[in-house]
């Protein structure tokens, strides 16, 4: 998941926002079951982590939306999945 957006919304050096935030642990929460599909063996935890993994991308597709409303921008054009 390196690319321009993380690299610019994620940045530690400026005070958090609260839907900053919320970005950052989403992305936290899609790296950790994106790690855990690549584990997985059973049938029915595959099937489970591909749900959680459409739910958080929903969820991130959300706070972007948020985050667009409230002025909030980066430099960079490029997401971290096609909306």
């Known amino acids: 998941m390196e690319n321009i957006f ?8 400026e005070p958090p926002h609260p ?3 919320a970005i950052r642990e989403v ?3 899609i790296d950790t079951v994106e790690a855990r599909f690549s584990m997985e063996a059973d049938p029915d935890l595959i099937e489970g982590c591909i749900y959680e993994l459409e ?23 490029a997401h971290l999945w096609n909306e």
């Open 6 to 13: 993380r690299k610019t919304i994620l940045r530690e050096d």
């Open 19 to 21: 839907t900053i935030t």
């Open 27 to 29: 992305c936290a929460r």
């Open 55 to 77: 739910a958080l991308r929903a969820q991130y597709r959300y706070l972007l939306r948020c985050a667009r409303e409230e002025g909030i921008a980066c430099r960079e054009r």
